[in-house]
């Protein structure tokens, strides 16, 4: 009896492998150059770069340090878990929370890598690569200033994870782990050789790290274009709100870097809107389930839900507004 189920299976599945496979591989061999970089300057930038160090180049200013610090992802480009101990670190050294937490939301999305990544993936619409960056600025920088007006009191701990709101004496660097797994190392006085082999460690486990969710994300992109009619992913995906709202939640639970995600969602491009590949473009490298984890150890839980309902609710209007009010054949 299984041996006749699995064999139905496979008559229903076989015609549909080369297009699967063609399909998968396709999204991989875009990706894979862009995650190799990726994982090498995160580890970089982890080995040689302290956190006080970028800590300090955040304006004081809460509004100014908001509107400047989406920038710094043009020149310090970052993996999304180690971003969020360096935007905690922030807050800890006196910079305004809505400027770290807009440096955290905006920078995966702000740096060269993943911009030429996205013009690499949308070589039949180049606007998207401007509307991703402006949507991720524009976004990050709204609630940057939402959790400055919310949390005068961040820079002294309102924010923070009771663990980590110590003064700053307490916190020296590397004295308080990232909780990701990484096996972030501390700056401590290393040989060049130590600091090249903690960058290979670093990069090795930052790229098989990265590598899985992607691999998951770009199999499940090659089924749903293979296995699924395209009278029903057109049925889901070109309605202006359900599309933006599916293509959030599939950002949220594959947890694709920001580096390689825009060759999983062109993927989609000829069966969701516009305006749903830009949710999953924008939404996703700002929360996404293992980042809302990481989160939840450095922040306080109550600003964590807070935090991620801004980034969706605030992602989806914009979105599907954009659906409505943009002839993107034009």
């Known amino acids: ?49 302290s956190k006080d160090r970028i800590a300090r180049l955040v304006p004081r200013n809460g509004a100014l340090g908001v509107l400047l610090a989406p920038l710094l992802g043009l020149v310090i480009p970052m993996c999304e878990c180690g971003i969020i101990p360096v935007a905690r670190r922030m807050v800890q050294k006196g910079v305004p929370a809505g400027a770290a937490i807009t440096f955290m939301l905006a920078n995966p999305i702000l740096n060269p890598l993943s911009l030429y990544s996205t013009y690499l993936a949308f070589p039949f619409a180049r606007q ?28 002294n ?9 110590l003064p700053l004496a307490a916190t020296l660097e590397g004295g308080i782990g990232c909780e990701c797994g990484h096996g972030h190392h501390h700056h401590h006085a290393q040989s060049l050789g130590e600091k090249i082999q903690a960058v290979l460690d670093h990069a090795a486990t930052e790229f098989f790290d990265v590598a899985k969710y992607f691999v998951i994300g770009a199999t499940l992109a090659a089924i749903s274009q293979a296995l699924i009619s395209r009278e029903m992913l057109e049925a889901v995906g070109q309605g202006a709100v359900v599309s933006v709202l599916v293509m959030i939640t599939f950002a949220f639970l594959l947890c694709i870097c920001s580096e390689a995600d825009a060759f999983v969602a062109a993927a989609f491009a000829s069966t969701f809107t516009p305006g749903a590949l830009l949710a999953f473009l924008v939404a996703g490298p700002m929360t996404d389930l293992k980042n809302t984890l990481m989160m939840a150890s450095a922040f306080r839980r109550s600003y ?9 609710a605030v992602t989806a209007l914009t979105t599907i507004v954009l659906n409505y009010v943009i002839n993107w054949g034009g």
Not at 23 to 31: I, K, N, P
Not at 157 to 165: K, R, V
Not at 304 to 312: E, G, K, S, W
């Open 304 to 312: 964590v839900v807070i935090l991620n309902v801004a980034i969706i």
């Open 157 to 165: 701990g309102a924010i923070l994870h009771p663990s980590h709101a």
């Open 1 to 49: 009896m299984f041996t006749k189920w699995l064999g139905l299976l496979w008559e229903s599945v076989a015609p549909a492998l080369p297009a699967l496979t063609t399909s998968f591989f396709s999204v991989l061999v875009g990706a894979l150059p862009f995650m190799v970089i990726a994982a090498f300057a995160s580890a970089i930038l982890e080995v040689f770069v």
């Open 128 to 155: 998207m690569l401007f509307w991703r960056a402006g949507l991720a600025y524009g976004i990050s920088v709204v609630i940057g200033l939402l959790t400055l007006y919310l949390y005068r009191r961040a820079e």
